[in-house]
C-alpha cells in the first residue's frame, strides 16, 4: 500500500477529481445550453446538497454530500414516454437526436481534450528530458556486448534511419526482436558499423514480446519545447496513455490482471495523496491520466454511463425509432447493478482482499 497521510490522500483526492468532474459535467451543461435544453441543476458530488447557489437560468449549482462523482440534471427525462409529445420545447426529449448524442457525448469529450491540454502543458512550461543516444553501460552477455559495443559509443544510425535521441533506439530496437539491425556507431571520431539481432523478451505490460540489446541511456537533460514541438509530444505521449487504458482495458476482460494494479477509490486517493506531495507537476499529469481514464471508462457501452445512452441513439439513428422504453429500463437497471459491483469489488481489491 502506498504510505502517506489520510488526510493527504483526502485533500489530493479532492483536488486531483474535482475539476475532472466539474469539467465532465461542464461539457454535458454547455452542449445542453447550445441545444436550447433547460438545465435544473449542476452538481459535484451526489446526495444531500452542502452548499450551492441559483443562477439567472434557474439553474442550481451545488456540492453534494457524497463526491464520487458528479450530474447535470436536465429538464424532462432522458428516456422516451408516453408523456413525451407533451412536454415542454426545452426538456431534453424535445431536442434532435443530434443535440441529444452531441449533449451526452460532450462530457467523455471535455475529459479527453482536458487530458491532451494538461499533458501538452506540463511538455510547454517544463520541457522534457531527453537521453542523447549514448551507451552508458553494457550487460554482461547480452547481444551489445556480443557484437562489441562499448560504453561511450554513439549510436548516429540504425538500418539508415538517423537517431536523434535513446528514445529513438528503444523504440527500434523494441519493434524488431529476432531480426538482425545494423547500427552506426561512432567511437573516438572513428566510425563503425555493427550488425545486431535483439533478444527476444516478453514484456509484462503489454503483453507482447519486444527486443533487448543490452544497453542502459546517460541521465536525462532537460530540453526546452516550442509551443508546437510540445503539441507534437504531448500528442504522442497522449497516445501512449490512451493505449496503454486499452491494454489496461483488455488485460481486465481477458481475467489477466493482478489485484493490485487495480486502482479503485482508495487508492486513487492514496496515489493522489502521493502525488500531491511531488509538487503540480506530478499532479498536472496524473490529472492528464485520470482525465484520459474518466473520459474513456464513460465511452464505454454500458448503460448508466454516457457510452450505454449513446448506444441506445445510434439505434434511434439506425432503426429510426428509439429503443423500447422497457428495454432501455431493463438495461438501464443491469447496467446500474454491474457498476455498483463492481465498485464493490474494486473497493475490496484496494482493501486488500
Known sequence: MIETSFFNSLIGFF????????????????????????VESFSIGFGPE????????????????????????????????????????????????????????????ANLLLGFFLITSVFYFNG?????????TIISNQPAEIAGLEPGDVIKKINQKVINNFNDVKTIVEKNPNISLAFLIERKNVVLIKNIIPNDHFHDIYKQNVGRIGITALSGELQKLHFHEAVFVGLKQYYTMTLGWFYGLKLFITGNVEKKDIAGPI????????????????????????????????????????????????????????????VQNVLLRFGLIFLVSLMILVIAFDLGF
Request: proline content about 6%.
Open 15 to 38: 483536488i486531483v477529481l474535482t475539476p475532472l468532474i466539474f469539467i465532465h459535467e461542464l461539457g454535458h451543461y454547455l452542449a445542453a445550453i447550445k441545444s436550447r435544453v433547460k
Open 50 to 109: 452542502l452548499l450551492g447557489y441559483t443562477d439567472k437560468r434557474n439553474t442550481r449549482w451545488k456540492f453534494s454530500l457524497l463526491p464520487l462523482g458528479g450530474y447535470v440534471k436536465m429538464k424532462g427525462e432522458l428516456i422516451a414516454n408516453e408523456e413525451s409529445k407533451n412536454e415542454d420545447n426545452d426538456t431534453f426529449l424535445k431536442a434532435t437526436l443530434k443535440n441529444r448524442f452531441l449533449i451526452i457525448f460532450s462530457g467523455p469529450l
Open 128 to 136: 522534457k528530458y531527453e537521453s542523447p543516444p549514448i551507451i552508458n
Open 267 to 326: 487508492k486513487i486517493a492514496q496515489i493522489s495523496g502521493s502525488v500531491l506531495e511531488k509538487g503540480i507537476t506530478e499532479i498536472l499529469v496524473f490529472m492528464s491520466v485520470m482525465s484520459i481514464n474518466l473520459g474513456l471508462i464513460n465511452l464505454l457501452p454500458i448503460p448508466v454511463l454516457d457510452g450505454g445512452h449513446l448506444c441506445f441513439y445510434i439505434y434511434e439513428a439506425v432503426f429510426k425509432r428509439p429503443l423500447p422504453v422497457l
